[in-house]
DNA sequence: GAGTGGTCTAGACCACACT
DNA sequence: GTGTGGTCTAGACCACTCC
C-alpha cells in the first residue's frame, strides 16, 4: 500500500551514488507516483483524491512536499483543488472547462451559447501513412474515422475529421456518438477510459473544398481555418488526430500569449 | 527605502476588520509591490533584481513569502530565475524567448532560422475609431501606423499593420525602425520604456486583399491568416494593436492546448 | 467541531555560479 | 568560500465546507 520511495527518502542518501545522472526533486518524485495512480483509474475523473496529509503519510514524505507535487498536477490541469472540500480529479464533463479544447468564439465575444452535434459517420478502416505516423501506431493497426459537424444557432461552423486508434475505443459506433449529450471527450473519459490531457494544433488558412463547403454551407473555395489537433494523454501518448475545418465569418480562434 | 505593509504585516490582524471584503494574502501583496517597481523601472530588463533575502528584509516577510511571489512572476514570465545567479527582469532580447509572441513555425519543425524584416512606413495618422476602442484612446489621440514585412529565406510570410499610441512612442520613425536589427518588442523596451508583457490574439482566415497579396507575394484572393493582436503591458493596459497576414503555404500557426 | 486546502514562518541542507 | 536560487521539513494559524 505505501510504496517505498527508491531515492531520497528523508532519511537515506548520503552524498550521491556513482553514475546517478537522473536527479529529480522528492515532489517531483510524488508527482510521478500521483499521476500514475490517476492513469491507473485508482482514483477516476470526478472523485477525490485523498488529502495532503493522507498522501504525506502514504509517501512518508512533509506534507509541503505532496503540496508542491499537487501544485503542478493542478496548473496542468490534471486534477483541481477546491478548498474546504478536497482534491478532485478533472474531468471534461464540469461547465466551467467543457470546452477547455475549443479555441472558437463568437465574434460578439458573448458566451458561446449552446452547440449541436451532428455525427455524419463513424468507420473504421486503415490509416493513411500520416495518420499512423502522428497516432504512434504500426502499419495494419486498425483506426476509426468520425465525421462529424458542430452548429451554434442552427449555422454550421466547425467540421471535424477525427482519427482514434480502433484498439482504444472498441464498439464506438455512429448512434453511440448520436445518442450522447455532451463533449465528446467526457464520452471518451467516461465510456473508454481514455483522458485526453493536452494538445497541439496547427493551425492554416485553407480554400473550403468542394465537399466540406456544401456541409458547412459555404461557398467552394471559401477561405477557413484549417485546426490540425494531436490529442495526448498520460506519458504524452497520441490518442487522437483531427483535422477541422472552421468557418470564421462570425467566429474566431481566440489565444493568448505571454 | 522599507516600505512597510498596510494589512497582515506578519504581527497585527486580529479578526478581519468590519468591512474588508478586499482579502489577499502577503505573498499577493508582495507581488504588487514588486510590480510597481518593475514597472517604474527600478530595475530594468536584463538587470538582476535584489536576492530574495534581500526582499525578505525589505519588505518584512519571510524568505518563503517573497518566494511564492517570485514564483508567480516567473511563471507569468516577468521575471526569469537562474539559479546560483539571481532573479532577472525578463526582456525580449534574450535568444531563448527572442519570438515569444510569433507562432509561426516553419512546416518542416526546423527551427525558425534567420528572418528579414522590411519596414515599409510609419505614419502618424488619426486612428479609426475600432483602434481608439482597442487602445483606450480618446478621439483625437495620435497614433502611429507601421507597416512592416516579415521575410524568411527571401519569402515574404508575415504582413504587419501595426498601431501604436503616439504619446508613448516619441520619436519612432521608418528610419529608426529600419536601422534596428532585433525584435521590435525589444526596441519598444529598450528605447521606449514600454514593455509587453502579454497579448490576446483573434485567428481567422481570409481571402487576401490584392494590395496586401502583391506585398506577400501570393495570388489575390489566396486563403491567408488574419492575425489580430492585442498587446498588454503592466496593469492591463493596452499599448499595441496590430492587424497581421501570415501565409501559411509552407508555415503554420502553433498552438498548445491544456 | 472536524476536516480540507491555503498561507506564513523559520531553519536546514543541496545544487549551482562566480571568484 | 560565498552568495544565489531550489528543496524539504515541521508547526502554527486561517478560510472554507459540511455535519
Known amino acids: 500500500m505505501t510504496a517505498a520511495l527508491p531515492p531520497h527518502s528523508p532519511a537515506d542518501d548520503a552524498g550521491n551514488d556513482a553514475a546517478g545522472p537522473a536527479f529529480s526533486p522528492l515532489y517531483q518524485q510524488i508527482k510521478t507516483l500521483i499521476m500514475r495512480s490517476l492513469q491507473e483509474g485508482e482514483w477516476k475523473p470526478g472523485e477525490v483524491i485523498p488529502s495532503e496529509i493522507e498522501l504525506a503519510a502514504r509517501y512518508r514524505v512533509s506534507q509541503g512536499t505532496v503540496r508542491k507535487a499537487i501544485d503542478e498536477l493542478a496548473t496542468e490541469n490534471l486534477v483541481v483543488r477546491r478548498q474546504g472540500k478536497g482534491t478532485f480529479v478533472a474531468t471534461h464533463t464540469e461547465a466551467q472547462v467543457k470546452y477547455r479544447f475549443l479555441r472558437l468564439v463568437p465574434d460578439g465575444d458573448a458566451p458561446p451559447g449552446p452547440m449541436e452535434r451532428r455525427y455524419i459517420d463513424c468507420r473504421r478502416l486503415r490509416a493513411p501513412a500520416e495518420v499512423l505516423r ?71 488558412a485553407v480554400a473550403a473544398p468542394p465537399a466540406d463547403a456544401t456541409l458547412l454551407d459555404v461557398a467552394p473555395g471559401t477561405p477557413v481555418l484549417s485546426v490540425e489537433r494531436r490529442t495526448l494523454t498520460y506519458g504524452d501518448r497520441p490518442v487522437e488526430l483531427r483535422q477541422g475545418l472552421y468557418n470564421t465569418a462570425s467566429h474566431y480562434y481566440r489565444n493568448e500569449l505571454s
Chains 1, 2 share one sequence.
Do not use: C
Not at 475529421?161 to 484498439?167: H, K, V
Open 134 to 204: 502522428a497516432l504512434d501506431l504500426r502499419a495494419g493497426d486498425p483506426v476509426l474515422q468520425v465525421r462529424r459537424l458542430l452548429s451554434f444557432q442552427g449555422k454550421p461552423v466547425v467540421l471535424d475529421l477525427i482519427w482514434l486508434p480502433a484498439a482504444l475505443f472498441k464498439g464506438l459506433t455512429a448512434e453511440r456518438l448520436s445518442e450522447y449529450r455532451g463533449p465528446l471527450y467526457a464520452l471518451f473519459e467516461a465510456e473508454f477510459g481514455v483522458r485526453m490531457i493536452r494538445a497541439e494544433e496547427k493551425v492554416r
